[in-house]
Protein backbone atom coordinates (compact mmCIF):
# COMPACT_ATOMS: atom_id res chain seq x y z
CA UNK A 1 0.00 0.00 0.00
CA UNK A 2 2.07 3.04 -1.16
CA UNK A 3 -0.41 5.07 -2.93
CA UNK A 4 -2.14 8.11 -1.75
CA UNK A 5 -4.43 10.85 -2.99
CA UNK A 6 -7.42 13.43 -1.72
CA UNK A 7 -11.04 13.02 -1.73
CA UNK A 8 -10.95 17.61 -1.46
CA UNK A 9 -11.01 17.22 2.39
CA UNK A 10 -9.22 13.98 3.48
CA UNK A 11 -6.12 12.49 2.24
CA UNK A 12 -6.34 8.77 1.18
CA UNK A 13 -4.72 6.22 0.69
CA UNK A 14 -4.96 3.50 -1.90
CA UNK A 15 -3.91 -0.24 -2.58
CA UNK A 16 -1.02 0.72 -5.27
CA UNK A 17 -1.97 -2.71 -7.25
CA UNK A 18 -5.78 -1.13 -7.36
CA UNK A 19 -4.53 2.34 -8.33
CA UNK A 20 -2.86 0.61 -11.40
CA UNK A 21 -5.02 -2.39 -11.96
CA UNK A 22 -8.27 -1.61 -10.55
CA UNK A 23 -10.50 -3.07 -7.75
CA UNK A 24 -10.15 -6.66 -9.46
CA UNK A 25 -6.51 -6.65 -8.81
CA UNK A 26 -6.83 -5.83 -5.13
CA UNK A 27 -10.25 -5.51 -3.71
CA UNK A 28 -8.71 -3.75 0.15
CA UNK A 29 -10.79 -0.15 0.70
CA UNK A 30 -9.31 3.13 0.88
CA UNK A 31 -7.80 4.08 3.97
CA UNK A 32 -7.55 7.43 5.75
CA UNK A 33 -3.69 8.79 5.90
CA UNK A 34 -4.63 9.79 9.43
CA UNK A 35 -5.55 6.66 10.36
CA UNK A 36 -2.83 5.60 8.98
CA UNK A 37 -0.20 7.08 10.84
CA UNK A 38 -2.20 6.43 13.80
CA UNK A 39 -1.73 2.47 13.11
CA UNK A 40 1.53 2.98 12.65
CA UNK A 41 2.10 4.74 15.93
CA UNK A 42 0.78 1.78 17.42
CA UNK A 43 3.18 -0.54 15.34
CA UNK A 44 5.69 1.31 16.12
CA UNK A 45 4.58 1.19 19.93
CA UNK A 46 5.01 5.22 19.71
CA UNK A 47 2.46 8.04 20.89
CA UNK A 48 2.29 9.94 17.82
CA UNK A 49 4.15 8.61 14.30
CA UNK A 50 7.74 10.02 13.99
CA UNK A 51 8.44 9.58 9.75
CA UNK A 52 12.01 8.80 10.34
CA UNK A 53 11.38 5.91 12.51
CA UNK A 54 9.23 4.46 10.09
CA UNK A 55 11.23 4.63 7.40
CA UNK A 56 14.05 3.37 9.48
CA UNK A 57 12.27 0.00 10.73
CA UNK A 58 9.12 -0.38 8.39
CA UNK A 59 9.98 -2.14 5.02
CA UNK A 60 6.14 -2.39 4.01
CA UNK A 61 2.44 -2.41 4.66
CA UNK A 62 0.39 -5.02 3.78
CA UNK A 63 -3.59 -5.21 3.75
CA UNK A 64 -4.98 -8.58 4.44
CA UNK A 65 -8.52 -7.22 4.64
CA UNK A 66 -10.37 -4.39 5.30
CA UNK A 67 -10.27 -3.58 8.58
CA UNK A 68 -6.48 -4.78 9.60
CA UNK A 69 -2.78 -3.48 8.35
CA UNK A 70 0.34 -5.49 8.53
CA UNK A 71 3.11 -3.72 9.46
CA UNK A 72 6.41 -5.37 8.17
CA UNK A 73 9.52 -4.49 9.81
CA UNK A 74 12.61 -4.53 8.42
CA UNK A 75 13.89 -7.27 11.13
CA UNK A 76 11.33 -9.95 9.82
CA UNK A 77 8.65 -8.72 13.10
CA UNK A 78 5.18 -8.94 11.61
CA UNK A 79 2.37 -6.31 13.55
CA UNK A 80 -1.16 -6.84 12.70
CA UNK A 81 -3.05 -3.52 13.67
CA UNK A 82 -6.73 -3.07 13.36
CA UNK A 83 -7.85 0.09 11.63
CA UNK A 84 -10.90 1.69 10.31
CA UNK A 85 -11.03 2.07 6.26
CA UNK A 86 -12.46 4.67 4.29
CA UNK A 87 -15.53 4.13 2.47
CA UNK A 88 -16.93 6.04 -0.17
CA UNK A 89 -20.23 7.34 2.34
CA UNK A 90 -17.95 8.70 4.51
CA UNK A 91 -17.27 11.50 2.04
CA UNK A 92 -20.76 14.06 2.82
CA UNK A 93 -20.06 13.27 6.69
CA UNK A 94 -16.18 14.38 6.75
CA UNK A 95 -15.48 17.58 8.63
CA UNK A 96 -15.38 19.90 5.23
CA UNK A 97 -12.57 22.32 6.80
CA UNK A 98 -14.62 24.62 4.56
CA UNK A 99 -11.81 27.95 4.02
CA UNK A 100 -13.18 31.54 4.81
CA UNK A 101 -11.35 34.94 5.05
CA UNK A 102 -8.51 35.28 7.21
CA UNK A 103 -7.69 31.35 7.50
CA UNK A 104 -5.80 28.39 5.40
CA UNK A 105 -6.46 25.04 6.93
CA UNK A 106 -3.40 23.10 7.52
CA UNK A 107 -2.14 20.03 9.01
CA UNK A 108 -2.31 22.04 12.21
CA UNK A 109 -5.54 23.35 11.87
CA UNK A 110 -6.70 27.01 10.88
CA UNK A 111 -3.62 29.47 10.21
CA UNK A 112 -4.27 33.18 9.78
CA UNK A 113 -3.39 34.65 6.59
CA UNK A 114 -2.03 37.99 7.69
CA UNK A 115 -3.25 40.18 4.72
CA UNK A 116 -6.83 38.17 5.03
CA UNK A 117 -6.97 38.93 8.46
CA UNK A 118 -6.39 42.90 8.37
CA UNK A 119 -9.30 42.95 5.76
CA UNK A 120 -11.03 41.18 8.54
CA UNK A 121 -10.26 43.47 11.29
CA UNK A 122 -10.58 46.69 8.69
CA UNK A 123 -14.61 45.32 7.89
CA UNK A 124 -15.18 44.85 11.69
CA UNK A 125 -13.92 48.34 12.75
CA UNK A 126 -15.86 49.92 10.26
CA UNK A 127 -19.07 48.15 11.40
CA UNK A 128 -18.52 49.38 14.84
CA UNK A 129 -17.78 52.52 13.96
CA UNK A 130 -20.83 52.61 12.14
CA UNK A 131 -20.47 52.42 8.74
CA UNK A 132 -23.17 50.54 6.51
CA UNK A 133 -22.83 47.43 4.97
CA UNK A 134 -22.25 49.03 0.80
CA UNK A 135 -19.91 52.02 2.61
CA UNK A 136 -17.49 48.68 4.08
CA UNK A 137 -17.94 46.98 0.33
CA UNK A 138 -16.22 50.09 -1.04
CA UNK A 139 -14.03 50.84 1.79
CA UNK A 140 -12.57 47.21 1.56
CA UNK A 141 -12.29 47.54 -2.57
CA UNK A 142 -10.85 50.68 -2.52
CA UNK A 143 -8.14 49.16 0.20
CA UNK A 144 -7.55 46.74 -2.55
CA UNK A 145 -8.59 43.50 -0.92
CA UNK A 146 -10.95 40.80 -2.63
CA UNK A 147 -13.38 37.87 -2.29
CA UNK A 148 -12.54 34.82 -2.89
CA UNK A 149 -14.52 34.87 -6.14
CA UNK A 150 -13.38 38.68 -6.39
CA UNK A 151 -16.10 41.08 -6.01
CA UNK A 152 -16.89 42.31 -2.45
CA UNK A 153 -20.37 42.30 -2.17
CA UNK A 154 -22.88 42.85 1.04
CA UNK A 155 -23.29 38.88 1.13
CA UNK A 156 -19.41 38.29 1.59
CA UNK A 157 -19.42 41.25 4.34
CA UNK A 158 -22.61 40.06 6.37
CA UNK A 159 -21.20 36.69 5.97
CA UNK A 160 -17.88 37.39 8.03
CA UNK A 161 -19.71 39.65 10.39
CA UNK A 162 -21.72 36.91 11.67
CA UNK A 163 -19.11 34.16 11.75
CA UNK A 164 -18.07 33.04 14.83
CA UNK A 165 -15.29 31.41 13.87
CA UNK A 166 -12.90 35.02 13.98
CA UNK A 167 -12.95 34.66 17.96
CA UNK A 168 -11.39 31.49 17.85
CA UNK A 169 -14.30 29.30 18.13
CA UNK A 170 -15.95 26.47 15.73
CA UNK A 171 -19.06 24.67 16.02
CA UNK A 172 -18.83 21.16 14.69
CA UNK A 173 -22.34 20.07 12.97
CA UNK A 174 -24.09 16.98 14.44
CA UNK A 175 -22.82 14.84 11.52
CA UNK A 176 -19.38 15.78 11.26
CA UNK A 177 -18.73 15.69 15.27
CA UNK A 178 -18.63 11.54 15.49
CA UNK A 179 -20.84 12.19 18.76
CA UNK A 180 -23.65 12.78 16.55
CA UNK A 181 -24.44 16.01 18.52
CA UNK A 182 -23.79 19.60 17.86
CA UNK A 183 -20.20 20.02 19.11
CA UNK A 184 -18.66 23.92 19.73
CA UNK A 185 -15.19 23.85 20.14
CA UNK A 186 -13.49 26.05 22.30
CA UNK A 187 -9.68 27.68 21.31
CA UNK A 188 -9.90 26.03 18.60
CA UNK A 189 -7.36 28.11 16.50
CA UNK A 190 -6.03 31.69 17.08
CA UNK A 191 -9.11 34.24 16.76
CA UNK A 192 -8.74 37.59 14.90
CA UNK A 193 -11.33 39.51 16.36
CA UNK A 194 -11.90 39.52 20.26
CA UNK A 195 -14.72 38.11 22.00
CA UNK A 196 -15.89 41.69 23.00
CA UNK A 197 -15.82 43.00 20.01
CA UNK A 198 -17.61 40.34 17.91
CA UNK A 199 -20.85 40.48 20.47
CA UNK A 200 -20.69 44.10 20.52
CA UNK A 201 -20.42 43.66 16.51
CA UNK A 202 -23.72 41.17 17.08
CA UNK A 203 -25.55 43.40 18.97
CA UNK A 204 -25.42 46.34 16.45
CA UNK A 205 -26.19 43.59 13.87
CA UNK A 206 -29.77 42.89 15.64
CA UNK A 207 -30.72 46.51 16.20
CA UNK A 208 -30.26 47.54 12.89
CA UNK A 209 -32.23 44.83 11.44
CA UNK A 210 -35.00 45.32 14.27
CA UNK A 211 -34.88 49.07 13.12
CA UNK A 212 -35.35 47.91 9.33
CA UNK A 213 -37.78 45.76 9.93
CA UNK A 214 -39.83 48.42 12.18
CA UNK A 215 -39.74 50.92 9.60
CA UNK A 216 -39.86 48.80 6.46
CA UNK A 217 -41.74 45.89 7.44
CA UNK A 218 -39.28 43.92 5.44
CA UNK A 219 -39.02 40.33 4.50
CA UNK A 220 -36.37 37.71 5.94
CA UNK A 221 -34.86 37.89 2.02
CA UNK A 222 -34.87 41.88 2.64
CA UNK A 223 -33.01 42.10 5.98
CA UNK A 224 -29.59 42.73 4.97
CA UNK A 225 -31.05 45.79 3.13
CA UNK A 226 -31.10 47.11 6.62
CA UNK A 227 -27.26 47.45 6.80
CA UNK A 228 -26.86 50.21 3.51
Partial sequence: MNGNKTDGMQEIWICYGKNSKGTAFCSTRNIRGDRI???AAKALGTTVFDEAVFASRVDKIVAPGDDTLEFHFRDGTVVSVPVETYKPNQQSVSDPHKPFPGYVWTKQGYQIVPEE?????????LYFEGQSINVICREVADAGYRSFRGKVSSRFITRMLDDERYTGRRTLAARY????????LLNDHEAIISDELFEQVRAQRKARRDKWNQG??????RVEEGDK
Fill in 117 to 125: ADMVKLVFR
Fill in 37 to 39: REA
Fill in 177 to 184: SGTGREEL
Fill in 216 to 221: RHATPD
